[in-house]
C-alpha cells in the first residue's frame, strides 16, 4: 500500500475566502456567524447563518468566466486553485490519467434548485434555462473541477449529508494507497441553502444566538456555507519535487447507525464503529490519538453521543483535547468535514490548537477538554476528524503530523 | 483484484412494469411490511422496494456480525432533487413555518441509502454518490473497489431515480426514445461465493472525456486494454456512444430506445444476462459531464 501525503489545502468559510486568513480568524477565536443577508430571515424561528462574507475571489473569477459556474463549483474551483498553489503545482504538472476528483456535498448546487422551486411556485418554468437539468446535478461540481484545469480522470460526487466531505477525502486516500491514483482533489462543499435552513428551523436544531459546542447551555447548530479541499498526493512523489507536506493521512473509517434519519444513535454506535474502523485501518491503537476534531455540531444529542462514543473507546477519563470548530463557522454541512480536516492539518503543521469558542458551561456527559475558548500549543502526532450525517452516516479520518514517530500501517509496508 | 460476485438483483420501474406512484406505498409495505411509507418520498420508497426484492427474504437471516459489514451503496443522478424543489416550494409559497419537519429528511440524497440501513439494519459503510448518468456503473464499480479495499463484505449497490416534475417541457408522455426512466434496482453482490452469481465484476474505468468527445491521449491504452478478451458491449439507450466511441466498438452499441437517467446501463446489463456471451462490457457515457464509464462483467456461476 502507497503511502498518502496532503500537499495542498484550501478553503472558503465564513472566516475568510482563503485558508491564511480562515486560519488567523479562528486562532483568535472569531466568530462568523451572525444576522443572515442571503434571505430575509423574518418569518423564521432563528435568524442567524453563516455566509461567505468575503467576496474578493469569489467575484474576480465571476467575472472573468460570467455565468459559467454555480456557486457551489465556483467554491470548489476556488478552493481547488488555492490547494494547487499551496502544493506548488499547476494543472500542466498533472498527468491527466493520474488525477481524480472526489467532492461530497450535501444538497449540490442547491440555490439553483432553490431558483427553480421559485419558478414552478410562479407557474413560469418555461422560463427555466434548458442547461438546469445538469447545472443542478451534484456530479456537475467535480466535472466543473477537472473541466477547469483541463483534466480528465474521475470524479465521484459523494452525498452523505454533513459527513459528505469525509467520505470524499477517504475515497481519493484509498485510490492514491492502493495505486490507481497518484493525486487526488478532495473535499466537501455546501452553499447556503434556504431548504436547510427551513429544515433545521422546523426540526428546532437550531440555536437563536451562537453555537456552543459541549457547552452544558448549548442550545443548537447554525446554518452555514463554504468548501474546503485537500490535494492528496502519493507519498513519494511528494516527496520527490519536495512538496511542502501539512501531514499525512493515516486511515479512515466510515460506520452507520441504522437507527434515524435526524437522530443519532442514542449510545454513539456508528461514531463509535467510524472512530474503531480508521484506528484499525491505520493499525494505531487509542493511546496513539492526540487530539480529535470534533463532529460538535452544537446540539444537544450530538454533542452527548459523540462523547459518549469517544468515552467508549478513549476510557470515561478521556483527557484528549477535543474541539469544534463549528462554534466559529458554523455548520457549513457538505463542507463540515473537510473544512475540519484543513484545520488539523494545520493543527499538526503549525502545533497550534483552535478553540471551541462559545463554551460556558461544564456538560457531565460531554468530553472534559473541548480547548475552550482559547486556541493553544499542541505538539501531538496523531489527529482524528470525525463527521456525522443525517441518516446515521458516520466518518472518521486519520491525519498524521509528518515526520512523526508512530508506526501506522501505511509506513510500516 | 477479486471480483465482485452479484448473486441477485430486485428492481422496481414506474411505468415499464405497470407501476406507479401511486402504487408505491403498497408495494413497499410488501416488502416491508413493518414500516410506514408515511413521509417517505417516492425515490426512498423505489429504493426500498428494489433493495428488499433483491435480497428476498434474506435479509432476516443476516447475523449481526454480518450486518455489521453489510454496506448500501446508492447511485443517482438527481438523488433528493424533487423532494427539495417541493420542500423549498411549499416554503416559498405558503411560508417557511408551514413545511411539516417531518418532510426534511426526504430533502438529502442520502435518504434512500440511509433508510435502507435503518429497515434492514445494515451497518456497514452507506455510501451515497451522484455521477449523472452513469450514476449505476459507478456505484457498482465504488462496490467492486470498496470491496477489495476491505470497505465491507457483503452489500446492495444500485440505482434509484425519480424524474424530476420541475422540467420544462415535462418529461412524460413522450415518445419512447426521450421518455425518463423511473425507478430503482439494486444487486445483492459480495467477494465471497455463497450461492449461485448472476454474474461477477471484474474490472471498472470511468473518465471524463475532451470537449470533442474524445479521450484524452494519456487514457488511450488503458481504454483500449479494457476489452481485450472481451465479446460484447452493451451501452444504454439514448447514449451518444455510437458517435463519440472509438471506431472499433461502435458496431456493439445497440440502438438506443430510452434515456435512462442515473440508471444508465442496466438495460444493457440485462441484454448481458439473457445473451450467451461469457465476458462483456457496460459502457455509459453521461453528455452532461462528458463522462464515460466501463464495467467488465462475466456470466455467474451457477451452483449445481
Known amino acids: ?413 | 483484484m477479486k471480483p465482485l460476485l452479484v448473486h441477485r438483483k430486485g428492481e422496481i420501474f414506474l411505468g415499464r412494469d405497470g407501476g406507479s406512484v401511486e402504487s408505491l406505498p403498497t408495494e413497499f409495505q410488501k416488502v416491508f411490511p413493518g414500516v410506514s411509507p408515511k413521509y417517505i418520498d417516492p425515490l426512498s420508497l423505489m429504493a426500498g422496494i428494489a433493495a428488499g426484492r433483491a435480497l428476498d427474504g434474506r435479509g432476516t437471516a443476516f447475523s449481526e456480525e454480518t450486518r455489521r459489514d453489510f454496506s448500501v451503496i446508492v447511485g443517482s443522478a438527481l438523488g433528493a432533487m424533487e423532494s427539495v424543489v417541493d420542500f423549498d416550494g411549499q416554503a416559498v409559497s405558503k411560508g417557511p413555518n408551514t413545511v411539516n419537519p417531518m418532510d426534511f429528511p426526504n430533502t438529502v440524497a442520502n435518504a434512500a441509502g440511509s433508510r435502507i440501513g435503518i429497515w434492514l439494519q445494515l451497518k456497514g459503510p452507506n455510501v451515497t454518490l451522484t455521477n449523472g448518468d452513469t450514476s449505476f456503473l459507478d456505484a457498482v464499480g465504488f462496490a467492486w473497489e470498496g470491496m477489495n479495499s476491505g470497505l465491507f463484505s457483503d452489500c446492495l449497490v444500485g440505482a434509484a431515480e425519480k424524474a424530476p416534475s420541475f422540467l420544462h417541457p415535462p418529461p412524460s408522455p413522450g415518445p419512447a426514445e426521450t421518455r425518463w426512466k423511473e425507478g430503482a434496482c439494486f444487486l445483492l453482490a459480495s467477494g465471497v461465493e455463497r450461492e449461485e452469481t448472476l454474474f461477477e465484476v471484474t474490472d471498472y474505468f470511468s473518465l471524463q472525456l475532451k470537449p470533442d468527445g474524445s479521450p484524452p491521449p494519456a487514457f488511450v491504452p488503458r481504454l483500449e486494454g479494457f476489452w481485450q478478451g472481451v465479446e460484447w458491449l452493451g451501452a444504454p439507450a439514448g447514449t451518444p456512444l455510437e458517435s463519440r466511441l472509438p471506431q472499433g466498438l461502435k458496431r456493439y452499441v445497440p440502438n438506443p430506445a430510452v434515456f435512462e437517467l442515473g440508471l444508465g446501463g442496466l438495460e444493457a446489463l440485462e441484454a448481458f444476462l439473457a445473451s450467451s456471451h461469457f465476458r462483456g462490457v457496460i459502457a455509459v457515457f453521461s453528455g452532461m459531464e462528458r463522462k464515460i464509464s466501463l464495467l467488465k462483467i462475466t456470466q455467474g456461476k451457477r451452483r449445481s
Open chain 1, 1 to 413: 500500500m502507497k503511502r498518502v501525503a496532503v500537499t495542498g489545502l484550501g478553503v472558503l468559510c465564513p472566516l475568510g475566502d482563503e485558508l491564511e486568513t480562515a486560519w488567523q480568524s479562528m486562532l483568535e477565536g472569531q466568530v462568523g456567524t451572525g444576522p443572515l443577508q442571503f434571505l430575509d430571515p423574518t418569518p423564521y424561528r432563528v435568524k442567524i447563518g453563516g455566509e461567505v462574507r468575503q467576496r474578493r475571489r469569489i467575484e474576480s473569477f465571476e467575472r472573468e468566466y460570467p455565468g459559467r459556474y454555480e456557486r457551489a463549483s465556483v467554491f470548489s474551483i476556488l478552493a481547488t486553485q488555492e490547494a494547487l498553489s499551496k502544493s506548488n503545482l499547476t494543472s500542466a504538472d498533472l498527468e491527466p490519467l493520474r488525477v481524480g476528483c472526489f467532492l461530497g456535498t450535501t444538497m449540490g448546487e442547491v440555490q439553483l434548485a432553490e431558483r427553480l422551486s421559485e419558478l414552478k411556485v410562479q407557474n413560469r418554468l418555461g422560463e427555466m434555462n434548458p442547461d438546469s437539468l445538469s447545472r443542478v446535478q451534484g456530479s456537475r461540481i467535480a466535472f466543473s473541477v477537472l473541466d477547469f484545469l483541463g483534466l480528465g480522470g474521475p470524479t465521484t460526487v459523494f452525498c452523505n449529508a454533513c459527513a459528505s466531505g469525509n467520505y470524499a477525502i477517504g475515497w481519493g486516500f484509498d485510490q492514491i494507497r492502493q495505486g490507481h491514483l497518484d493525486v487526488a482533489v478532495t473535499g466537501g462543499v455546501d452553499v447556503f441553502s434556504r431548504v436547510a435552513f427551513t429544515g433545521f428551523n422546523r426540526l428546532l436544531s437550531l440555536t437563536p444566538d451562537k453555537c456552543r459546542p459541549f457547552s452544558g447551555n448549548r442550545k443548537g447548530l447554525v446554518v452555514s456555507e463554504g468548501v474546503g479541499v485537500l490535494l492528496l498526493e502519493e507519498w513519494g512523489r511528494a516527496k520527490a519535487r519536495g512538496a511542502p507536506i501539512f501531514c499525512e493521512i493515516g486511515g479512515y473509517g466510515l460506520g452507520m447507525d441504522a437507527y434515524h434519519m435526524t437522530s443519532p444513535h442514542p449510545e454513539g454506535r456508528g461514531a463509535f464503529e467510524s472512530i474503531q474502523r480508521a484506528l484499525s485501518q491505520a493499525r494505531l491503537d487509542p493511546p496513539d490519538v492526540d487530539f480529535i476534531s470534533a463532529h460538535g455540531t452544537g446540539t444537544p444529542a450530538n454533542d452527548k453521543t459523540e462523547s459518549m462514543a469517544i468515552k467508549r473507546i478513549f476510557g470515561a477519563d478521556c483527557r484528549i483535547p477535543v474541539n469544534s470548530i463549528k462554534s466559529m463557522i458554523g455548520h457549513t454541512m457538505g463542507a463540515a468535514s473537510a473544512i475540519e480536516a484543513v484545520m488539523t492539518c494545520l493543527s499538526l503543521d503549525r502545533g497550534l490548537l483552535l478553540p471551541t469558542m462559545n463554551w460556558e458551561v461544564p456538560d457531565e456527559g460531554c468530553i472534559a477538554d473541548c480547548v475552550p475558548n482559547q486556541s493553544r500549543p499542541f505538539q501531538g502526532e496523531v489527529a482524528l476528524s470525525n463527521s456525522f450525517a443525517f441518516g446515521g452516516n458516520t466518518s472518521c479520518l486519520v491525519l498524521m503530523k509528518e515526520g512523526g514517530t508512530r508506526e501506522t500501517a501505511a509506513r510500516s509496508s
